[in-house]
């Protein structure tokens, strides 16, 4: 990102924030759409904070493409509210849901959101004409001297043996699941791709909804991850006094007594960090 000069605030631009080459498709193609939307509304980084009522840190991580797994859904409408309040429609923006849809597809979820609308390829930013930037080259993928396929950290691979046992069927359930990347985040164990779990962890009990973080709680409890139980607890924790409420809703409901009862603890004992 170019630094603004000093004096009169400088306007958000596409132009400004770069792709990273280890981005998936999915990836490329929801911060391209959050950027134009952002670049269309003509207002400096201060001012989207100031409009979409979100922090200006939540603007400039989601500029830069620092949430891997996407952010809140509650801070992409608060920014599309404001966007499409203050944009021209004639301006042809990507629809709600199909944000959504590729919101949830780089956090390894199906959609939940039906829309009639095909999803349009993607054209270049009507406001400053930044285009969608090309795939990356097919040599960063395959290495064929090798003579085998890489594989990305998001991608959970089976291995017949390890230091930790993980049954087959807790990896990859048969059963259905409240929180369906549970079964992602046992295949990054099964794996030893400990970095894929961290940062899944730290999403969901960080920046996911409270409703998501609650169902990855219990989902995970019901997998036997009893490490990734206590870890999204530990950042649940850390959370605002009502999105910890938002979470012990749902726990509460579904009896998951003993998980309530630490999510408290935890924020009781956190009330000075947060």
């Known amino acids: ?52 009522e979100i922090s ?16 809140r859904e509650s801070t992409l409408r608060q920014i599309y509210k404001f966007a499409t309040s203050t944009i021209d429609r004639d301006l042809g923006l990507i629809a709600w849901e199909h944000l959504v849809e590729l919101r949830l597809e780089i956090a390894g979820r199906s959609g939940g959101y039906a829309t009639t609308a095909p999803l349009l390829a993607a054209v270049a930013c009507p406001q400053c004409r930044t285009a969608f930037p090309s795939e990356p080259a097919e040599s960063t993928v395959l290495d064929t001297d090798a003579g085998e396929i890489a594989v990305g950290v998001d991608v959970p691979v089976p291995l017949c043996e390890g230091d930790r046992h993980i049954d087959a069927d807790i990896a990859w359930p048969s059963r259905g699941l ?19 779990s961290s940062r899944l962890i730290h999403h969901v009990g960080t920046d996911a909804t409270p409703e998501e973080a609650a169902s990855a709680v219990i989902a995970c409890r019901d997998l036997e991850l ?36 630490a999510l408290l603890n935890r924020a009781l004992s956190s009330g000075g960090q947060r």
């Open 226 to 261: 009893l490490d990734a139980v206590d870890a999204i607890i530990s950042y649940a924790g850390l959370r605002a006094d009502r999105e910890i409420l938002q979470i012990l809703r749902p726990l509460l409901h579904h009896e998951r007594l003993a998980d309530a009862d």
């Open 56 to 71: 200006k840190d939540s603007v400039l991580r989601l500029l830069a493409g620092q949430y891997r797994f996407g952010p």
């Open 178 to 196: 409240l929180w369906p990347p549970a079964s992602d985040l046992a295949g990054f164990i099964v794996a030893g791709q400990l970095e894929s």
């Open 1 to 52: 990102m170019r630094h603004p000069s000093r004096g009169r605030p400088e306007l958000i631009k596409c132009s400004d924030y770069e792709f990273d080459h280890a981005w998936s498709s999915g990836q490329r193609r929801f911060y391209f759409e959050v950027r134009k939307l952002m670049c269309c509304t003509r207002k400096s980084h201060r001012e989207l904070s100031r409009g979409a």
